[in-house]
Structure formats: C-alpha cells, structure tokens
C-alpha cells in the first residue's frame, strides 16, 4: 500500500474510516460526494487527456457496459421527471425526488465510471475493505455486550440529516437493535438496518478472498462473517455460501468430467427426485417461517405494488413511493424489493432501465469467471446485488456499496483490454 496514486489514497483513506464517518452519522453524505467527485474527476481527466500528470491519466475509454449504466440511469431520471407530470406531483417533489435520484440511483453509473477510467486498482479496495474489518473485530466486543450491559439501542441522530435522506435511520449511530418479532438483539454494525449488514458482510468477505496477504484475508474474512451471523439475516447465510462458492465453481462449466457428473445426477433424480423435491420445499417453508412476519409483509408488499404498477401507471410507475397500510406495518409500497420498487415508482420503462445494465455486467462476469479467476469477485458481487435486489431497494443503499460498484468498473475495463492469462502466460479468453 506504498506505492498508491493519489486517487487511489483518497479512496482508501475514504474507505478506511467508515466506522469514524459512521460514529458521525455521515456515511450517507460522504457516499455522493465521493461519486459525483471521482465521477468529475474522470471526466475531467478523459477532456484533459496527456496533460495530466502520468500516474493519474485515464486508462482506456468508457467501456460498453458502463455506457450501457450510464443511458439507464438517465433513463431513469426521466422516467421520474414523466412519472411526476403524470401524477401532478408539482415542482417541490420533482426537484426533492431528483435530489434523491443523485444521491442513489446516479451512483450506479458514477461507481462503474469512476473503476473503468480512473487507474484505481482492485489490491487497494481489497486491502481497505480489510482494514474495515478490523475496526469491526476491534468494536466487535462493545458492540455484542451491548445489549446485556444495559447499554441503549441508539446513541445519537447526527445533525446532517437536515440535508435530507430515506429517513433518521440513515443519520443514526447503534449499538444494537431490538427484533420486534422475537425480542431478541440483532446488530448492523454500520449500515441502516441488519439485512443490509449481513450483505455488506458477504461483499467484505469477496473483498477479503482477494487479498494477497493472510493475515490481512483471515481479518477481513472473519469479520464479514461475523456481520453475517450478528445481523441474523437469512439472506446473509445464503450469500455467503452461494456468492462465494458459485463463482469459483464456474469453471467446471469447461470440463467434461463435471458435465458427466451432472447427467449422472440428473438420471439420479428418477429415482430421488421427490425425495430432492420436497426436502427442498421444505427447506424454503422453513427458510420463510423464520422470519413469518417479515416474509408475509414483503410479499404483501410485492403483490400490492404489482397490482396497482400494471392497473394504474403501467410505463413511468408512481413517480414516489406511498404510505402503505397497517397491513403492510406501514412500509412504504415500492420498498422493500427493487424490482417491484422500479415497477410501482418507475413503470416498465424503469424497470428495463436497469435490468439491461444488470444482465450485461453479469453476463460479462459469468463468462470471464468461467475462463479464470478474474471475474470471481466480480461475479460475486453481481450475485450479492442480486439478492439485494430481491429484500431492498438498491439505490438507497449504493452510497454503501460503492467499492463493489468501483469494481464493476475495472472489471469492464479488465475485459475491454484483453483477456485473462494463466500462470504461464497464456491467454484464456
């Protein structure tokens, strides 16, 4: 970490004091800042070209798929800008919903700007990541007393929320929260709630396997585990496991034994098949009752934006989310799920917006994490947003993600430059 350039050290000094920015309550103003900052930046440096000075010039062109973030985003404004026309929502609300589409859904197209033209390498992100999670282990104790010490859920609200945000939850500094379901203590560490922790803790433990040094790995490793287990999010266990293990698994998908085995195992279903097929429904039935409230409120709210998205405002959606009912706990409808969050707020129109960028950034990882071991983080990150997308609206939570979102640069940049070589030189793709 001694020979960064200078953007490189302001990114991992940035990153590097996520928990002091987090005691502040600043997290939420410090991830747009630091989007539409570097995203200048590489524009500005792309104009300049060879009078910048060299170990901070552009390294290549804006790639296709990151074109293809920048176009949906945009699209995305747009549909906001109609969806708000539409509903008469009046000039306050749109300026106060493009306020808030800058500092969420425009960092999805900043991040990946940022990764594929600044000469930012993966060894610093991965190496910062670690150092958050040594802050983690080091609080860790505090953090897990808390709860038994008869310390408070909440320490304090920062003043910044006076700029504005999804809500005080963003500005807050926890110990620990309470489960309204099972009373029992969950915690989510820096991030505004537990499920977003435990999925923060799978991207530490993908940054974490990329680290070259041991020590530096087991920190960061170990601490992404234990933000998976302390947030007790169903969802962190399974992404922990699938997002870790699928992408090294990619490669069989290139030899013929692991395809014989997998029509070996497909004869064998004949025979188990229904054994296999229940044992499965029965593992979904019990994943869903772990948590019976939050499953039964999420789906009441996928069913209701579905409903009223296709009956009432099927191409640009509602333009802002809705108060929902005390059926729904009062969760806002378009919440909780970024699909039919796009479909209620933004129509069809939004929901491609996305979904186009999406699906090329993870078929461009599904094929180079077949070839080798570069598009393993990648790909893993592709299938934690994945998941995200399925219990939280991604945008509100980018200003979070945004070294995972950096990533998704330099890989398109990775794959616009040449492909892979093995240990011997060779290229693989």
Request: glycine fraction near 10%; charge should be positive; proline fraction near 6%.
């Amino acid at each position: 970490m001694t020979d960064m350039n200078p953007i490189e050290r302001a990114i991992y000094r940035v990153l590097v004091w996520t928990w002091p920015l987090y005691g502040l309550g600043a997290l939420y103003v410090v991830g747009p800042v630091i989007a539409w900052l570097l995203g200048g930046l590489a524009v500005l440096i792309l104009y300049l070209g060879p009078a910048v000075r060299e170990d901070m010039r552009a390294v290549g062109t804006i790639p296709p798929v990151v074109w293809a973030w920048i176009t949906g985003m945009f699209v995305l404004l747009v549909a906001l800008w109609v969806g708000h026309l539409d509903w008469s929502l009046g000039t306050k609300q749109t300026i106060k919903s493009s306020i808030g589409w800058a500092k969420g859904w425009a960092l999805l197209a900043l991040f990946p700007l940022v990764g594929a033209v600044l000469p930012i390498r993966r060894s610093v992100l991965a190496r910062a990541q670690c150092v958050v999670g040594l802050w983690t282990l080091v609080l860790a104790p505090v953090l897990l007393a808390a709860p038994y010490i008869g310390l408070p859920e909440r320490i304090f609200t920062s003043p910044l929320k006076a700029i504005g945000g999804p809500g005080p939850e963003y500005f807050s500094v926890y110990f620990f929260t309470w489960d309204p379901a099972s009373w029992t203590p969950r915690w989510q560490f820096y991030a505004p709630w537990s499920p977003f922790a435990a999925l923060l803790g799978v991207v530490m433990v993908l940054f974490a396997l990329e680290e070259k040094e041991i020590k530096w790995r087991s920190i960061g490793v170990a601490a992404g585990v234990l933000m998976i287990l302390a947030s007790k999010s169903r969802m962190g266990l399974v992404g922990l496991v699938a997002c870790t293990i699928g992408p090294r698994m990619m490669p069989l998908l290139l030899r013929g034994w692991a395809w014989q085995a997998v029509s070996a195992l497909t004869a064998s279903m004949a025979v188990f098949g229904a054994a296999v097929a229940t044992a499965a429904m029965d593992g979904v039935a019990a994943f869903k009752a772990a948590r019976a409230d939050s499953t039964r409120v999420r789906e009441t709210l996928q069913r209701i934006a579905q409903e009223r998205w296709y009956n009432d405002a099927f191409w640009f959606g509602h333009g802002t989310v809705q108060p929902g009912s005390h059926a729904v706990e009062y969760m806002p409808i378009g919440s909780h799920h970024t699909w039919f969050g796009l479909l209620f707020v933004k129509g069809l129109v939004g929901l491609l917006a996305l979904l186009v960028p999406f699906v090329w950034q993870t078929a461009m990882a599904l094929k180079d994490a077949t070839l080798g071991p570069r598009g393993r983080l990648p790909l893993g990150i592709m299938m934690t947003l994945t998941l995200l997308s399925f219990g939280e609206n991604i945008e509100i939570e980018a200003y979070l993600l945004w070294p995972a979102l950096i990533v998704l640069g330099i890989h398109a940049r990775e794959m616009r430059d040449g492909p892979q070589q093995d240990t011997t030189g060779a290229a693989l793709s």
